[in-house]
C-alpha cells in the first residue's frame, strides 16, 4: 500500500500524471488494514475506552461491566455480520470503477472483523462467567496495565 500511494506520489509530482489502479487499490487496502487492525487491537485490549467510572469500581464491578460490555459488544457484531450478509449481493454485483474488482472483496473484510472480534469477546466473556478470567484482564479492562504480563518489543505474551 505504501509502494502505492509513494509511486503514484511521485508520478504526479514528477510526470503530472499517476496510476488509478494504484489510487483505487490503495483505498481498498487502507479499509482492509483498518478492519484487520481493529481485531488485533481487540485481543490485545487496546479500543480505547472510558474507564473513569469503572476504574472506581471493585471487582465485581468491574466485572459486571465487563460482562455487559462484552454483551453490547457482540450486539453490535451481531448487527455487523447481519448488515455485511444483507449487503453481500447487492456487493457482489457492483464492482469497482477502475479494476472491475467485485465490491464484495472490498467488504467482505466485514465478515472477518464481526466474526474475530465476536470470537474474541465471547472467549473473554465465557472466561468471565466460569471465574477464569485472570485477574490483569479484569484490570486491563479498566486501563490499569500495571499487572499485565511482561511482553517483548513485538506485544506478544513471554
Known amino acids: 500500500m505504501v509502494v502505492m500511494v509513494f509511486g503514484n506520489v511521485v508520478l504526479r509530482y514528477l510526470f503530472n500524471s499517476g496510476l488509478d489502479l494504484s489510487e ?26 472510558v474507564d473513569t467510572f469503572v476504574g472506581t469500581l471493585g471487582r465485581n464491578g468491574r466485572l459486571v461491566c465487563m ?14 455480520l447481519d448488515g455485511t450478509f444483507k449487503q453481500h449481493e447487492i456487493n457482489a454485483s457492483s464492482v ?34 466460569t471465574g477464569k ?17 511482561s511482553r517483548d518489543l513485538k506485544g506478544h505474551l513471554e
Not at 487492525?37 to 480505547?48: D, F, P, W
Open 24 to 49: 483505487e487499490l490503495s483505498r481498498y487496502f487502507f479499509v482492509w488494514l483498518t478492519y484487520i487492525g481493529a481485531v488485533v487491537v481487540m485481543r490485545e485490549n487496546g479500543h480505547l475506552g
Open 133 to 149: 478470567l485472570a485477574s490483569y484482564e479484569l484490570d486491563e479492562f479498566v486501563g490499569d496495565y500495571s499487572n499485565s504480563p
Open 96 to 129: 469497482a470503477p477502475v479494476t472491475g474488482l467485485s465490491m464484495s472483496y472490498v467488504y467482505g473484510v466485514l465478515y472477518f472483523a464481526g466474526i474475530g472480534i465476536g470470537l474474541i469477546t465471547l472467549a473473554r466473556l465465557y472466561r468471565a462467567l
Open 67 to 80: 460482562v455487559l460490555s462484552d454483551l453490547i459488544i457482540l450486539i453490535c457484531c451481531v448487527m455487523l
